[in-house]
């Protein structure tokens, strides 16, 4: 009895050693399993390899969440696809295989205030991480401010140096907050360094016409989106906003209807959404291929 209680705890002391937490936790338990079913010792050692395995995977996929930092509440369950147009929705369904990621092309979506841009590459983005691959979400104003405080530290380069790190970045709202030309600079660097070697998601109530007021120079316009569109798939959100449709609803079960409003969240895009064909370096259009 004294030999089987040391085997017991040599045997928890190496499993500890060998950082096997999994197979330490449940080593017993399928042990009594595969004497009841008779497995073999192959079987039994595959089945505390395979937990091992399956916990590992777990806490990683979890890990690499927190690190995306994107809101969990805004699942693919959560996200209502009957609203988008027909080609939104091939595109998205496209989309979650995670092959753009390989061919590093990115993915740019555009539309009303509102239609669900950011939720859908929110859901997206959540089941690529869930399949393996490394995300990061940030809002632009969120970027800009930790490029600014990279570049007066002089470690700009560390810092997007890091950004490599993830398969995709997701930028949101580019153009919804007015940036002075410093500001847009950095953003420029680095959609400039990912280019053809990381895939940026992005999402914007500007079309590419009007672009010019948020970086601020021509050249440095025709640049971002020549880098951008390159490789790209480009997709338009062209519906009404879900929360206005909501609070129309909530009224209407309130038994009154409530007046159309801007979104008091964003600010209005105005007519002609769809992304016009961006203007190449010497004024000429530029062919966007969608993928």
Same mark, same amino acid.
């Given at each position: 009895?004294?030999?089987?209680? &040391?085997? %017991?705890?040599?045997?928890?002391?190496? =499993?500890?050693?060998?950082?096997?937490?999994?197979? !330490?936790?449940?080593?017993?338990?399928?042990?009594?399993?595969?004497?009841?079913?008779?497995?073999?010792?192959?079987?039994?050692?595959?089945?505390?390899?395979?937990? @091992?395995?399956?916990?590992?995977? @777990?806490?990683?996929?979890? %890990?690499?969440?927190?690190?995306?930092?994107?809101?969990?509440? %805004?699942?693919?369950?959560?996200?209502? /696809?009957?609203?988008?147009?027909?080609?939104?929705?091939?595109?998205?369904?496209?989309?979650?295989?995670?092959?753009?990621?390989?061919?590093?092309?990115?993915?740019?979506?555009?539309?009303?205030?509102?239609?669900?841009? /950011?939720?859908?590459?929110?859901?997206?983005?959540?089941?690529?991480?869930?399949?393996?691959?490394?995300?990061?979400?940030?809002?632009?104003?969120?970027?800009?401010?930790?490029?600014?405080?990279?570049?007066?530290?002089? %470690?700009?380069?560390?810092?997007?140096?890091?950004?490599?790190?993830?398969?995709?970045?997701?930028?949101?709202?580019?153009?919804?907050?007015?940036?002075?030309?410093?500001?847009?600079?950095?953003?420029? /660097?680095?959609?400039? @360094?990912?280019?053809?070697?990381?895939? +940026?998601?992005?999402?914007?109530?500007?079309?590419?016409?009007?672009?010019?007021?948020?970086?601020?120079?021509?050249? /440095?316009?025709?640049?971002?989106? &020549?880098?951008?569109?390159?490789?790209?798939?480009? +997709?338009?959100?062209?519906?009404?906003?879900?929360? =206005?449709?909501?609070? !129309?609803?909530?009224?209407?079960?309130?038994?009154?209807?409530?007046?159309?409003?801007?979104?008091?969240?964003?600010?209005?895009?105005?007519?002609?959404?769809?992304?016009?064909?961006?203007?190449?370096?010497?004024?000429?259009?530029?062919? +966007?291929?969608?993928?």
């Amino acid at each position: 009895m004294n030999r089987a209680i &040391d085997v %017991k705890a040599e045997l928890t002391q190496s =499993l500890k050693y060998l950082h096997l937490p999994t197979v !330490r936790q449940c080593y017993e338990e399928v042990a009594q399993q595969a004497e009841r079913e008779s497995l073999s010792y192959e079987r039994y050692l595959h089945e505390l390899i395979q937990r @091992e395995c399956e916990e590992r995977q @777990e806490n990683r996929i979890t %890990k690499m969440l927190r690190e995306s930092q994107l809101p969990l509440e %805004k699942s693919l369950a959560a996200f209502d /696809t009957k609203r988008l147009p027909s080609k939104a929705a091939r595109q998205m369904r496209s989309l979650l295989d995670g092959g753009f990621l390989a061919r590093t092309e990115n993915v740019l979506v555009f539309g009303n205030p509102g239609g669900g841009k /950011t939720h859908m590459l929110q859901a997206i983005s959540q089941e690529l991480v869930r399949q393996g691959h490394r995300m990061l979400f940030t809002s632009c104003e969120m970027l800009v401010q930790q490029l600014l405080a990279a570049k007066r530290d002089l %470690k700009l380069s560390r810092q997007i140096q890091r950004y490599a790190r993830y398969e995709g970045i997701i930028i949101d709202d580019l153009g919804y907050i007015r940036q002075t030309r410093e500001e847009m600079e950095v953003v420029f /660097t680095l959609l400039a @360094e990912r280019y053809e070697r990381g895939s +940026v998601l992005l999402t914007s109530n500007l079309p590419f016409s009007k672009w010019e007021g948020i970086f601020k120079d021509p050249m /440095t316009t025709a640049a971002a989106i &020549d880098r951008l569109v390159h490789h790209s798939v480009i +997709v338009e959100l062209n519906i009404p906003s879900y929360r =206005l449709e909501q609070a !129309r609803n909530n009224g209407q079960a309130l038994g009154k209807e409530p007046a159309d409003q801007p979104d008091p969240d964003e600010p209005a895009s105005g007519s002609g959404l769809r992304p016009a064909p961006p203007a190449g370096p010497s004024g000429t259009l530029v062919n +966007v291929v969608e993928n």
